[in-house]
């Protein structure tokens, strides 16, 4: 069981290009989300969505865009790369939207993106 | 506002000795709360998930406890082993969606032999 996948692993880019980082999970999992990770903060949800075709936005989702065409996979744009950027991307899916049962998220291992 | 607080930020230990971290929070209206251990260049996975009614709740040789009166939540780490060296994230989450977690900023262990 793969769980949830992202790539690429590594990721170096010059302002103002743009680029997708891949996300897909195989466990039939109907919430979706994108993180950041930055030294010294906690996690920031950046979008989220509860099921395909359905998603919105999270804390920080300035300067990115997602969509979700099937349940797997969960895309996540960067439109025009900043330096402010420059962090480690966390997809999660979760079986259920609501969290007033165990349902605990599952993480892919990460992008880092470094925006020169 | 809502805010998750963690200590120590950072603790180093000798393998086969017992560790306590603590997350304090101030969130509302409170759901459940989370442990997650981070392996280095990793995901977090989770380790626990504790609702109101929940005191203390164990997997492995973890353990974790609730005071949700408090708000102050522990986890106790057992006999511990190299492979435990991680950082441990303390989420709370709150308002009844999955959307809505609030995430510490971590304690960071290190085992040594």
């Known amino acids: 069981n793969a769980g949830v996948t992202q790539t690429p692993k590594f990721q170096v880019l010059k302002t103002g290009q743009s680029m997708t980082l891949q996300c897909a999970q195989d466990m039939n999992h109907e919430y979706m989300s994108w993180y950041r990770q930055d030294p010294g903060m906690g996690l920031r949800l950046i979008h989220y969505s509860v099921g395909a075709g359905i998603t919105d936005q999270g804390e920080v989702p300035n300067g990115y865009n997602v969509s979700r065409s099937t349940t797997e996979d969960f895309p996540l744009r960067l439109l025009s790369a900043a330096p402010s950027q420059t962090s480690v991307y966390f997809c999660?899916?979760?079986?259920?939207?609501?969290?007033?049962?165990?349902?605990?998220?599952?993480f892919g291992n990460g992008t880092r993106l470094t925006v020169t | 506002k809502n805010q998750v607080e963690q200590s120590p930020q950072s603790l180093i230990i000798l393998e086969g000795k017992n560790c306590t971290l603590q997350?304090?929070?101030?969130?509302?209206?409170?759901?459940?709360l989370r442990w997650y251990k981070q392996d280095t260049g990793r995901g977090p996975v989770s380790l626990t998930i504790?609702?109101?009614?929940?005191n203390t709740k164990s997997n492995g040789r973890y353990t974790a406890t609730l005071d949700a009166d408090t708000k102050q939540s522990s986890l106790h780490i057992t006999a511990s082993q190299l492979s435990d060296s991680a950082s441990y994230i303390c989420v709370v989450s709150y308002g009844g969606a999955t959307n809505k977690l609030i995430f510490g900023t971590g304690t960071l262990l290190a085992v040594q032999p």
């Open positions: 504790m609702t109101f009614s929940e």
């Open positions: 997350c304090n929070y101030t969130v509302s209206p409170f759901s459940n």
């Open positions: 999660a899916s979760s079986y259920s939207a609501g969290t007033g049962g165990n349902s605990p998220l599952h």
